[in-house]
């Protein structure tokens, strides 16, 4: 009730001062607790926003308005992708399924509806270089605030609708970058965590402040190189990502590699010793998960490496299990509630519910056969997918990273 009021008068008089209104709002671009990353709307009821742009910002009021409207059918269209317009919270657990209780609106809201004007209802006002107390107090407690935020009050726990701003600040006049942030925030209000997928990098801040980033890497939400989740078949490292990011590497290392192969000359000397590679060739790199079995959480790996100067190519499968850690945070939408044990609705308890179906895969442990050989290797998916393969030698032996181009940007360091 408390935040009800709270918002209303918050959407009534804007000119209140900061001290008074600021506690209870948050920037989800910190999250810290575990609400902070809640799905800001559940149920059908379409979630009514309205656009408001500063006099002097780069874009007009019908550019941002399309640019809101697209973005968020951007996510819409992600969600729907993977039957998150189906699926209802849950949460997978040793003992059996929590489960929102009877009643309570159980699925992310997908439907949004733009208002011609900001009325005491609408529920998401989207401030492009228009600024109030709210956003001033919340600002620079992190790079990103300083460029964009999403945030909302205390979350409420009863109606699952958690009105709230999002912001932009005058950063860019580049619609492409405008609209990479945009999309990042409005990321925030379905629920998506920081390194999910691209777009919501932790350190969007910073790649957009980098002059030389192609644009070909703003207005997406994944892309080859880091996809949302693995699937099976699928390649996971390739050569497919694309020349526009060759450029990125320190000049002179990939210049003579074909697209996509990148420098043995920066592989560990062990490794390219094992694998009987040229030192001044490239190497090229494919895998794949194949077989996922979610009950047991495992998967198979199938890895081919190939040189480009002698043809020397190296095939592979390692079986890999998820090795659990504790709080490791699935990517997925959630939300943290009150929940019911579904074969006792009398057990209740506050866990944190998705919309992801099945159990996350990694990390993983597992190994690769290399001249018959068993080799260590883990799969980690902060950014992506990252396979490190133990090479072991009389000093103790090496890690060897693969990677995608994607997490190469902080070469550049
Ligand atoms: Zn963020």
Known sequence: MKSAIWAALFFAAMSVTASAFASGWSSNGGGFDDESNNIWFLGEKPVHYCVQVGSDYPLGSALAASMVQESIADWVAFFRARGFDTK????????????????KPNKAALSFTADTSCQSDTEIKFLFGVTND??????????????????????D?????????????????????IRHLLLHEIGHVFGMRHDSVPVMDSRVAYHLARPFMPGAFFGKIENAGWPYAMSEGRLEISDTFGSTFDRLFPSGIISNCPAGYFPNAAMPPRVLNQLGFSPSGCHHVTAKVTNP?????????????????????????????????????????????????????????????RLDQDPNLF???????FGGKLHAARISYEKGPMIEIFFPDMAGGVWWPIRNAYDNLDLLD
């Open 88 to 103: 209802s919270l849950f949460r997978e657990t040793l003992k059996g399924i929590w489960q929102m209780p009877a009643g």
């Open 134 to 155: 709210v956003v001033e107090s919340l600002r620079s407690s992190n790079d990103e605030n300083d460029l964009g935020m999403a945030i909302r009050k205390d979350y």
């Open 157 to 177: 726990h009863v109606t699952f609708r958690n009105p709230g701003i999002v912001w932009l600040a005058k950063f860019s006049t580049d619609p492409a970058k």
């Open 293 to 353: 079995d979610f009950t047991v959480r495992q998967f198979t790996f199938a890895l081919e490496l190939e040189d480009s100067v002698n043809g020397n190519k190296v095939l592979t499968t390692g079986l890999f299990t998820h090795n659990r850690i504790a709080n490791i945070s699935h990517p997925g939408p959630s939300v943290y509630t009150l929940a019911t044990f579904a074969s006792d609705p009398s057990k209740k308890a506050r866990v944190s519910l």
């Open 363 to 369: 990390p993983a442990r597992g190994s690769f056969a």
